[in-house]
């Protein structure tokens, strides 16, 4: 397998679940600062145009993170970041999901429209006026979830994929102008343990 990787919470997500995995993949890495990911050699092998993407050993390619991840899991079992039983995946992706939507989705688009709007604009279709919306609505997953927080990480007592997807996009969120509200407590402790493991590093 060969990892397609750039800068960004995307990527790190991937580079992150496969740390904590142990598994070191060839990688190549896109440009984004010149808009390689836009380019034909690039979109022969994600149509999408982002990053990450992986090659198979069939020469076959996924895109999308939590695709991804999923199939290094089943590649990959142990230690289990999606689970073992049906029961423990079905939390961690109901987690994953709530997370990536309620929060990852809008704080990123708030940045590239926002202060990411000079890179972005020519790229994607940019709705500047949505910047300020969308931050106050990442914002309001992130009071949300304060409020669910019952154990050391988003799914209980299991460190899933749901910890990296989310601590991904808060760290890049601490550099982009959307910093996590410090009267937010237990997900302010949620985030330096986290930070803590030494996937955050390695991906970093």
């Known amino acids: 397998m060969k990892l397609y990787t750039s800068v960004g919470p995307n990527p790190r997500v991937v580079k992150m679940f496969l740390a904590e995995k142990g598994i070191d993949l060839a990688r190549v890495t896109v440009d984004l600062g010149v808009g390689e990911n836009r380019q034909e050699a690039y979109l022969k092998l994600n149509p999408a145009g982002q990053t990450p993407a992986l ?23 142990s230690p289990p970041l999606i689970g073992a039983t049906p029961e423990e995946r079905a939390a961690a992706r109901m987690w994953t999901r709530r997370v990536d939507i309620m929060i ?24 500047p006026e949505a910047s300020a919306g969308l931050k106050a609505v990442a914002h309001d997953g992130e009071k949300w979830l304060e409020g669910q927080l019952s154990g050391p990480w988003i799914a209980g007592d299991r460190f899933t994929l749901a910890d990296i997807l ?9 550099v982009v102008g959307q910093p996590l509200d410090p009267g937010l407590s237990k997900l302010n402790a949620w985030f330096a343990r986290v930070k803590e493991r030494p996937s955050a590093a390695a991906s970093a």
């Open 55 to 77: 090659e198979l050993d069939d020469g076959s390619y996924l895109s999308e993170i939590t695709a991804i991840c999923e199939y290094i899991e089943e590649r990959h079992p």
């Open 166 to 174: 989310l601590f991904a996009f808060i760290d890049f969120g601490g």
């Open 104 to 127: 990852c989705e809008p704080l990123a688009n708030g940045f590239r429209y926002g202060e990411g709007l000079q890179i972005f604009q020519n790229r994607i279709r940019c709705l």
